[in-house]
């Protein structure tokens, strides 16, 4: 039997005319995906909404917890338990679970006064929902976090040329390179998750409404989409007060953080800060920390708290978001503009698009050390640090979305979805 917890003990019954339903396979802060899924649903709830919370893998998170909403934890496995539990594979594969749980709290909801938001699905949830969901007449909307949608690794890279893959998703030359992080076998079972994700769970092709992060990822997925699909545009909101701008002139720690991870970039970042003669303060983990920590003498903190992200943030000279795969977002890179801190950029991933090249950061050619090393020579300059870190403040500001107006912008597209 799931957990279910309320703050509100009568949450079907509020005057609130609009019911979200927030799907994400935990139900606690694991990625930006689920960081993205427990912020709307506090901030939907803080705004007035009945708000119900459907997470796979527990445990709830005080955040949650404590909101004026309802979640029901399922209290399932992940999918990386696999080897201690190998059952988890059929349930990684369609969670029935997950589909009888949303039809239960559909059954007492109105279809005209309740949309489902989908956020993460791979790692326990699956599409499930969104099929009981479909069949019961209500509307659904997708979170576009990364690209499972169309690719079977989520990332459309090539682990094994540590390059952005070109193959079309789910092809005959897709299911037959062996791309994944892991190993073949890995791949198999994905590209399995992704035939009955379209064929039973009907998705992407059965949602006809979608939130997209980026440019970029709207470019990448909206091939495989339906051609009724509709596209809205939703920036991940800054969750805390303007901070004073940082003199990032007066800091020295050239900053990274994330996960450390091939993809990310972070053995060329830590190989083009040697050539430097620099070091590179790395805040994250992941399979590459042995090789950073150890081989290339870079100091790792691992991870922290998102307290601590910003004190680190504060005490930076400079930020180097140096992924080679496309990204869909990158909100580290926004956290840093906010306190006024400079950043360097792969000019392949999502987060470029956000930076305005020796102006407001700096870009450089995705994978290309020597390029990379070029950038970060920009940064021995202080009166460059500090313009570039102050236009970057000001861009940032001016348009920034904040709590609030992000919760506001997301109410009126669940109405508008509502009102066809």
């Given at each position: ?42 901030g ?14 527990g ?5 949650l917890g404590?909101?004026?909403?309802k ?11 696999v ?12 969670n029935?679970e997950?589909?009888?749980?949303l ?6 909801l109105r ?61 005959s ?17 994905r ?14 092709g059965a949602v ?54 091939q ?8 190989q ?22 150890n ?71 995705s994978?290309?050390?020597?390029d990379?090393?070029?950038c ?22 001016e348009?920034?979305t ?12 669940y109405?508008s979805?509502?009102?066809?």
């Open positions: 039997m799931p957990d279910t917890y309320a703050a509100d003990d009568d949450v079907h019954t509020r005057s609130e005319d609009l019911t979200v339903i927030i799907l994400n396979d935990f139900c606690y802060v694991q990625g930006g995906a689920s960081k993205v899924a427990i912020d709307d649903a506090i939907l709830a803080a705004a007035g909404l009945r708000v119900i919370f459907i997470g796979a893998v445990p709830v998170c005080a955040e404590s909101a004026p909403l979640v029901v934890c399922l209290g399932q496995p992940e999918l990386l338990d080897r201690t539990r190998p059952s988890i594979l059929l349930q990684g594969l369609w029935f997950a589909g009888r749980c039809s239960d709290e559909l059954a007492s279809p005209d006064r309740t949309v489902i938001h989908l956020h993460g699905y791979t790692k326990a949830l699956t599409v499930s929902p969104v099929r009981a969901a479909k069949k019961l007449g209500f509307k659904v909307v997708c979170t576009l976090h990364d690209f499972f949608p169309a690719c079977p690794n989520g990332a459309f890279f090539d682990y094994r040329r540590g390059e952005p893959c070109t193959r079309r998703a789910l092809s030359g897709c299911i037959t390179a062996n791309c994944d992080k892991r190993r073949y076998a890995h791949k198999i079972f590209v399995a998750r992704g035939v009955i994700q379209r064929g039973l769970g009907k998705f992407p006809e409404q979608y939130i997209y992060l980026s440019c970029r990822s709207k470019e990448i997925l909206a091939p495989y989409l339906p051609a009724q699909a509709r596209l809205r545009g939703l920036e991940n909101a800054i969750d805390w007060p303007r901070p004073p701008k940082v003199e990032a002139s007066g800091n020295q720690t050239i900053l990274y953080v994330g996960r450390l991870d993809e990310k970039g972070v053995l060329l970042l830590a083009a800060a040697a050539e430097l003669g620099l070091k590179v303060l790395f805040v994250g983990d992941g399979p590459m920390r042995s090789k950073i920590e081989d290339m003498a870079m100091p790792v903190v691992g991870w922290v708290s998102r307290t601590e992200v910003r004190h680190y943030l504060a005490s930076a000279r400079c930020l180097v978001f140096p992924s080679l795969w496309y990204e869909t977002y990158g909100l580290v890179v926004s956290e840093a503009s906010a306190h006024g801190i400079p950043v360097i950029a792969s000019n392949v991933t999502a987060a470029a698009e956000r930076i305005e090249d020796n102006i407001t950061g700096w870009l450089f050619r994978g290309d050390m020597a990379l090393v070029r970060l020579k920009f940064i021995e300059n202080d009166t460059r640090v500090s313009e570039v870190g102050g236009a970057a403040y000001r861009a940032f500001w348009t920034a904040t709590a609030t107006i992000h919760a506001d912008r997301l109410t009126s597209i109405r979805i509502l009102a066809g």
